[in-house]
C-alpha cells in the first residue's frame, strides 16, 4: 500500500513556473516508478512524465519535453514535477501516481498508460493565466 500526499500547484502566470510534489511516507517508496498525469475538465487523462525506481530513467510526453522536468528524492521519498514556460493549455488538474511492476520505463512498458499505475495522489490544480 502506497499513499501519495500532493502539493504545489496553483495559478501562475503563462511563462511563468511551478513545482509540483508528491510525497509518501511508505518506505517502499523508492521500489516504485513514479508518474505525472494531468486531467482537464471534459477531457482524458493525458500521460505527462514518468520516472524509473532508481532516478536514472525518465520518459515525457512529447509535448513536455524541454518544459518540465521530473525527479525524484527517494531519501525523501518525494516526486517533483518541475514546470516551465507554462502556457494556457496548461491548465489542469494534476496528479502523481506509483506503479510497482519493475519494469524500464517507456513507451513499450505502458510507463504512459493511466491503467498500469496502483496508487495515485488526490491531485492538485494548475491554472495558467494569459
Known amino acids: 500500500q502506497l499513499q501519495l500526499a500532493q502539493s504545489g500547484g496553483g495559478l501562475v502566470q503563462a511563462g511563468g513556473s511551478l513545482r509540483l510534489s508528491c510525497a509518501a511516507a511508505e518506505p517502499t517508496f523508492s521500489t516504485y516508478s513514479l508518474g505525472w498525469f494531468r486531467q482537464a475538465p471534459g477531457k482524458e487523462r493525458e500521460f505527462v512524465a514518468a520516472?524509473?525506481?532508481?532516478?536514472?530513467?525518465?520518459y515525457y510526453a512529447d509535448s513536455m519535453k524541454g518544459r518540465f522536468t521530473i525527479s525524484r528524492n527517494n531519501a525523501k521519498n518525494t516526486v517533483y514535477l518541475q514546470m516551465n514556460s507554462l502556457t494556457t493549455a496548461d491548465t489542469s488538474f494534476y496528479y502523481c501516481a506509483a506503479e510497482g511492476s519493475g519494469l524500464r520505463i517507456g513507451a513499450e512498458s505502458g510507463s504512459d498508460y493511466a491503467p498500469k499505475y496502483n496508487y495515485w495522489g488526490q491531485g492538485t490544480q494548475v491554472t495558467v493565466s494569459s
Open positions: 520516472i524509473s525506481w532508481t532516478g536514472d530513467d525518465t
